[in-house]
């Protein structure tokens, strides 16, 4: 049996499994769910396509990755979506945390590249730990079905039993996403690690910039991730 922390139950500022909208979605989305391994399904499910991938939302504002809010918006980035899987996992109290990983995407697109000034290194990616069965195993519901299409690569299932981490290959057999480095998992969101790790990886320069550009745009017709070229 791995070791598991009371922390991992409880809500945060952030991880606030126990606002009244995630508890009533927690319950919605587990209702006639058969144990803990059922519910941890359906709400990896309602997460991975209820909640619209969308990498252009303020990164450096808590409200970014706060359970409740991005339930509200219906959209954010993998931790923004992490955030939300795990709260809704502590509110049906399964142990759960979020995980980061670096991982290099493959099949970017266009844009998002010139971006990051042509680094396919994506650091920091979020995904959720949940505690089932004895052992913590890994759920990814960043990208919803719809951006899987897009992008022709399957939608990443979870069982609740095996780790669910991004594909290696798409539909055409390209490269897809490869894993670098596991960076840990905590019982938070470690906002400040995030951007550090993000200005060491992209420039600090580039990483301001993007700050005052999302606080210009967001919400005002900025970057639409969905209508960017698919390389």
Same mark, same amino acid.
């Given at each position: 049996?791995?070791?598991?922390?009371?922390?991992?139950?409880?809500?945060?500022?952030?991880?606030?499994?126990?606002?009244?909208?995630?508890?009533?979605?927690?319950?919605?989305?587990?209702?006639?769910?058969?144990?803990?391994?059922?519910?941890?399904?359906?709400?990896?499910?309602?997460?991975?396509?209820?909640?619209?991938?969308?990498?252009?939302?303020?990164?450096?504002?808590?409200?970014?990755?706060?359970?409740?809010?991005?339930?509200?918006?219906?959209?954010?980035?993998?931790?923004?979506?992490?955030?939300?899987?795990?709260?809704?996992?502590?509110?049906?109290?399964?142990?759960?945390?979020?995980?980061?990983?670096?991982?290099?995407?493959?099949?970017?697109?266009?844009?998002?590249?010139?971006?990051?000034?042509?680094?396919?290194?994506?650091?920091?990616?979020?995904?959720?730990?949940?505690?089932?069965?004895?052992?913590?195993?890994?759920?990814?519901?960043?990208?919803?079905?719809? $951006?899987?299409? =897009?992008?022709?690569?399957?939608?990443? *299932? /979870?069982? %609740?039993?095996?780790?669910? @981490?991004?594909?290696?290959?798409? $539909?055409?057999? =390209?490269?897809?996403?490869?894993?670098? *480095? /596991?960076? %840990?998992?905590?019982?938070? @969101?470690?906002?400040?690690?995030?951007?550090?790790?993000?200005?060491?990886?992209?420039?600090? *320069?580039?990483?301001?910039?993007?700050?005052?550009?999302?606080?210009?745009?967001?919400?005002?017709?900025?970057?639409?991730?969905?209508?960017?070229?698919?390389?």
């Amino acid at each position: 049996m791995e070791e598991m922390d009371a922390a991992y139950l409880k809500p945060t500022s952030l991880i606030d499994s126990d606002h009244p909208s995630i508890i009533e979605l927690a319950r919605k989305a587990a209702d006639g769910a058969k144990g803990p391994i059922e519910q941890a399904v359906r709400i990896y499910l309602t997460v991975r396509d209820g909640i619209r991938y969308d990498p252009y939302v303020p990164f450096h504002r808590p409200e970014t990755y706060r359970a409740s809010h991005v339930l509200k918006m219906g959209r954010g980035y993998c931790v923004s979506k992490a955030s939300l899987l795990c709260a809704l996992g502590r509110a049906l109290g399964i142990p759960s945390r979020v995980g980061f990983a670096n991982v290099r995407n493959h099949l970017a697109t266009k844009q998002m590249l010139e971006r990051q000034g042509g680094n396919n290194l994506f650091v920091y990616h979020g995904y959720t730990d949940f505690f089932l069965e004895g052992k913590w195993v890994k759920a990814t519901p960043a990208f919803n079905k719809e $951006l899987c299409e =897009r992008h022709r690569v399957l939608p990443l *299932e /979870f069982n %609740g039993r095996e780790d669910s @981490i991004f594909q290696p290959y798409n $539909l055409e057999n =390209r490269q897809y996403m490869e894993y670098t *480095e /596991f960076l %840990g998992t905590y019982a938070d @969101i470690p906002i400040e690690r995030i951007i550090a790790a993000w200005e060491e990886a992209y420039g600090v *320069e580039r990483v301001r910039g993007w700050m005052r550009e999302l606080d210009e745009t967001f919400g005002k017709g900025g970057p639409d991730f969905y209508k960017e070229d698919v390389v």
